[in-house]
């Protein structure tokens, strides 16, 4: 289970299955670009997902949510009765640009995940982590025997209990 929970965690593509470039999605276009505007904070799904080389199916996919607010996460996977929760830092001088994650409640409790990201549109990001905390991986790939989580993610639309969430900063408090 934990390094299932790990493996959701992470939680910002080889292949065009991930955060395709919608060009014609202009919406926070110019934000994309610069980033400084870019707002990480909300839902996200994975949409596709490599890990060493071995692509993830739907159904795990599926069960992943990663919430986002200002500079905290939680991820939870359906079926799993804990959540990973942590802080990140964004690093956007480097070409790639780079998060560092630190893990403060759940299974990884205590770790670090280095990761580099790139911003798609206003609704699309993918992420490179490496799992094994010990460096930023170099491109977007995940390649055969490699501690490498590749992953492209979508902004889900608010429901209802996540504007709750919101607004009353429950987030912190899971």
Same mark, same amino acid.
Not at 86 to 91: A, Q, R, S
Not at 106 to 130: H, S, W
Not at 131 to 138: A, D, N, Q, V, W
Not at 146 to 152: A, D, F, I, W
């Given at each position: ?16 299955? $991930? ?18 505007? $870019? ?6 799904? +994975? ?10 199916? +739907? ?27 942590? =802080? ?6 480097? =070409? ?15 770790? =670090? ?22 460096? $930023?991986?170099?491109? $977007? ?28 900063? =429950?987030?912190?408090?899971?």
């Amino acid at each position: 289970m934990q390094c299932h929970t790990l493996v959701v965690i992470l939680c910002l593509v080889s292949t065009p299955v $991930f955060a395709g470039d919608d060009s014609k999605n202009v919406k926070g276009a110019e934000s994309a670009q610069g980033n400084s505007k $870019f707002q990480f904070d909300g839902v996200w799904k +994975p949409k596709g997902a490599m890990l060493g080389g071995v692509l993830l199916p +739907p159904p795990a996919l599926n069960a992943i949510t990663l919430r986002i607010d200002k500079d905290k996460y939680e991820v939870t996977v359906v079926g799993e009765d804990h959540s990973d929760k942590g =802080t990140f830092t964004l690093d956007e001088t480097t =070409t790639p640009k780079r998060m560092t994650i630190t893990s403060t409640a759940g299974p990884n409790k205590g770790k =670090t995940f280095l990761a580099i990201y790139e911003i798609k549109n206003a609704d699309a990001m993918r992420v490179c982590y490496d799992l094994s905390g010990k460096e $930023f991986p170099k491109e $977007f790939k995940a390649p055969k025997d490699t501690e490498l989580y590749l992953v492209g993610y979508r902004r889900q639309l608010p429901d209802a209990d996540d504007a709750k969430a919101k607004t009353t900063g =429950t987030l912190d408090q899971r």
